[in-house]
């Protein structure tokens, strides 16, 4: 069930209609049915990985909540027949014990979510190196289907756990409530990757009918179903036909269609996660924002700041942090800076956890090593980006241009740029055939193609493509104004009937321009493969 699909559309009113009539202690049992419904919609077999990772997750944390309980009350009688030393060691103890239990929940959700993601893609690879080495031995690919959101729900139960395993809060006792958090239906398509303690602040909350709130969130549903529907369904045509055609569609066309698929890709990303977040707040919780107008980043460091944010704080705090601090990282860093001196040796536990957790990221995107190289594409230009820092200082300090308007234009189009080849590694998902395309803009660019009825031959009229200047004018417009406070709020100042007729205006073009007028069929969201 497609947020985009008019059964989801029916099943969004009845449960608005049905959450704020029924008795409000019954609000959050009733999000769990419409969890476990919405959930039911993409396959009766999915719910199998989703019960694994909400049950063995709730036992296994309990464990490590039972042990830290009984350390802490332990201590407590015990401790004046201890010195240091002793509860040194018996902290140790029981932290081992906790860290087995922690270390099960991960082995296995891991290894559930790598099963069904990553076996045909290690299958594929083995394949590769028999044929390499002339064997005619194959290995036989499982016909297993990707869980919808699977990525995302593992994630989120994995950072609970971790947090609890952490102490920066107790376990939830109701398994319901838990699995309330891990199924939760707005953000199961594409996130964002909500912590526990932030989410079930509201989750559990009861929730009155609050007219704004409700109004607010309807109101930015719509927004986002006027980027994905209106824009990226409709710009999706062209990037498809560039992508799908590397004979004809070489040169310029390989640097039009990074244009287009950047356009594609954040409204419908954003599309999908104003949908999440507007359902979210109709319903009265409290979702994180994902996107910061990633596209005004000055390089690609702040763009990961921008961007698909709940995903960066995840890795940033579950992996980054952890492998930089790790003992075995500890005696490589003390090592490098005895053998390579102090400089070098402290950059080293520094860029061996950033290009770790720049892999994970990409084989997280996708189990193919176009999104290896992708997400290691990212994470080498950050890397020489902070290594060039003593030059970027140096050429400042002789070039004046720092905080001028032409410079951050600059320095906008540049990471835009830049992120935008990388991103040619998403759209070909074929390594050598990507970097051969990126080249054919060096070698056979042909900008005269562009302008000689090229354009009217990727499937879009030129009514389309005035549509997307539009759409496109309309998104770029809300980001600037964004940048002094809410677009609604602004919109509510204003007078009724003038607020009235644009937010009509705006249903009318979803409903004409969009997927339900003219014919197109809307794509699944871009995240639903991950």
């Given at each position: 069930?497609?947020?985009?699909?008019?059964?989801?559309?029916?099943?969004?009113?009845?449960?608005?209609?049905?959450?704020?009539?029924?008795?409000?202690?019954?609000?959050?049992?009733?999000?769990?049915?419409?969890?476990?419904?919405?959930?039911?919609?993409?396959?009766?077999?999915?719910?199998?990985?989703?019960?694994?990772?909400?049950?063995?997750?709730?036992?296994?944390?309990?464990?490590?909540?039972?042990?830290?309980?009984?350390?802490?009350?332990?201590?407590?009688?015990?401790?004046?027949?201890?010195?240091?030393?002793?509860?040194?060691?018996?902290?140790?103890?029981?932290?081992?014990?906790?860290?087995?239990?922690?270390?099960?929940?991960?082995?296995?959700?891991?290894?559930?979510?790598?099963?069904?993601?990553?076996?045909?893609?290690?299958?594929?690879?083995?394949?590769?190196?028999?044929?390499?080495?002339?064997?005619?031995?194959?290995?036989?690919?499982?016909?297993?289907?990707?869980?919808?959101?699977?990525?995302?729900?593992?994630?989120?139960?994995?950072?609970?756990?971790?947090?609890?395993?952490?102490g920066k809060y107790r376990q939830e006792d109701n398994i319901f409530k838990l699995a309330l958090f891990v199924s939760f239906f707005p953000q199961l398509i594409q996130g964002p990757i909500s912590r526990f303690d932030?989410?079930?602040?509201?989750?559990?909350?009861?929730?009155?009918?609050?007219?704004?709130?409700?109004?607010?969130?309807?109101?930015?549903?719509?927004?986002?179903?006027?980027?994905?529907?209106?824009?990226?369904?409709?710009?999706?045509?062209?990037?498809?036909?560039?992508?799908?055609?590397?004979?004809?569609?070489?040169?310029?066309?390989?640097?039009?269609?990074?244009?287009?698929?950047?356009?594609?890709?954040?409204?419908?990303?954003?599309?999908?996660?104003?949908?999440?977040?507007?359902?979210?707040?109709?319903?009265?919780?409290?979702?994180?924002?994902?996107?910061?107008?990633?596209?005004?980043?000055?390089?690609?460091?702040?763009?990961?700041?921008?961007?698909?944010?709940?995903?960066?704080?995840?890795?940033?705090?579950?992996?980054?942090?952890?492998?930089?601090?790790?003992?075995?990282?500890?005696?490589?860093?003390?090592?490098?800076?005895?053998?390579?001196?102090?400089?070098?040796?402290?950059?080293?536990?520094?860029?061996?956890?950033?290009?770790?957790?720049?892999?994970?990221?990409?084989?997280?995107?996708?189990?193919?090593?176009?999104?290896?190289?992708?997400?290691?594409?990212?994470?080498?230009?950050?890397?020489?980006?902070?290594?060039?820092?003593?030059?970027?200082?140096?050429?400042?300090?002789?070039?004046?241009?720092?905080?001028?308007?032409?410079?951050?234009?600059?320095?906008?189009?540049?990471?835009?740029?830049?992120?935008?080849?990388?991103?040619?590694?998403?759209?070909?998902?074929?390594?050598?055939?990507?970097?051969?395309?990126?080249?054919?803009?060096?070698?056979?660019?042909?900008?005269?193609?562009?302008?000689?009825?090229?354009?009217?031959?990727?499937?879009?009229?030129?009514?389309?493509?005035?549509?997307?200047?539009?759409?496109?004018?309309?998104?770029?417009?809300?980001?600037?104004?964004?940048?002094?406070?809410?677009?609604?709020?602004?919109?509510?100042?204003?007078?009724?009937?003038?607020?009235?007729?644009?937010?009509?205006?705006?249903?009318?073009?979803?409903?004409?321009?969009?997927?339900?007028?003219?014919?197109?069929?809307?794509?699944?969201?871009?995240?639903?493969?991950?």
């Amino acid at each position: 069930m497609l947020f985009t699909s008019y059964e989801f559309l029916l099943f969004l009113l009845i449960l608005l209609l049905v959450y704020y009539l029924i008795p409000k202690k019954g609000q959050w049992i009733l999000l769990l049915a419409a969890s476990y419904l919405f959930y039911l919609f993409s396959g009766p077999d999915n719910l199998i990985y989703i019960l694994f990772t909400t049950i063995s997750t709730y036992f296994l944390v309990a464990q490590i909540q039972k042990n830290r309980d009984a350390e802490e009350s332990w201590l407590r009688e015990h401790k004046a027949e201890m010195d240091r030393a002793q509860r040194k060691a018996y902290k140790e103890k029981n932290k081992q014990i906790r860290w087995r239990w922690l270390l099960l929940c991960i082995i296995l959700n891991i290894g559930m979510l790598a099963l069904v993601k990553y076996t045909n893609f290690a299958i594929s690879n083995v394949n590769g190196i028999l044929d390499f080495f002339g064997s005619g031995a194959r290995l036989s690919f499982l016909d297993i289907a990707l869980p919808m959101g699977i990525s995302f729900y593992v994630f989120k139960t994995l950072g609970y756990a971790i947090d609890v395993y952490r102490g920066k809060y107790r376990q939830e006792d109701n398994i319901f409530k838990l699995a309330l958090f891990v199924s939760f239906f707005p953000q199961l398509i594409q996130g964002p990757i909500s912590r526990f303690d932030y989410l079930s602040r509201t989750l559990f909350e009861e929730h009155r009918f609050d007219k704004k709130q409700v109004a607010f969130g309807l109101q930015r549903v719509l927004w986002g179903y006027f980027k994905k529907l209106v824009i990226a369904d409709r710009i999706l045509i062209a990037v498809n036909t560039i992508i799908g055609n590397t004979d004809t569609y070489r040169g310029v066309w390989v640097f039009a269609g990074m244009l287009f698929y950047a356009v594609e890709l954040y409204a419908d990303f954003t599309g999908g996660i104003d949908i999440t977040i507007g359902i979210s707040q109709a319903l009265g919780v409290i979702v994180e924002e994902n996107f910061i107008r990633p596209y005004f980043s000055k390089d690609i460091k702040e763009y990961w700041n921008r961007w698909h944010i709940t995903m960066g704080k995840w890795f940033t705090d579950y992996i980054f942090y952890p492998i930089s601090v790790c003992q075995p990282m500890l005696k490589l860093s003390k090592k490098a800076r005895r053998t390579f001196g102090e400089k070098f040796g402290r950059r080293v536990t520094v860029y061996i956890s950033c290009l770790v957790v720049w892999f994970a990221t990409g084989i997280w995107h996708g189990a193919s090593w176009n999104f290896i190289v992708w997400g290691l594409g990212n994470g080498i230009v950050i890397l020489i980006s902070q290594e060039l820092e003593p030059f970027y200082r140096w050429f400042h300090g002789k070039v004046p241009v720092k905080g001028t308007t032409g410079w951050k234009i600059f320095q906008i189009l540049r990471t835009n740029l830049l992120m935008c080849a990388l991103r040619t590694f998403d759209c070909y998902r074929d390594v050598p055939l990507t970097f051969r395309m990126l080249g054919t803009m060096f070698t056979d660019l042909n900008i005269n193609e562009l302008f000689s009825g090229g354009m009217l031959q990727l499937g879009l009229t030129a009514v389309d493509f005035e549509i997307l200047i539009f759409g496109v004018l309309v998104m770029f417009s809300v980001s600037m104004i964004q940048r002094s406070g809410s677009v609604r709020e602004k919109i509510t100042a204003k007078p009724y009937v003038w607020k009235a007729a644009l937010w009509f205006g705006m249903f009318v073009m979803v409903l004409l321009w969009g997927t339900y007028g003219i014919g197109y069929d809307a794509s699944q969201f871009i995240y639903n493969q991950f």
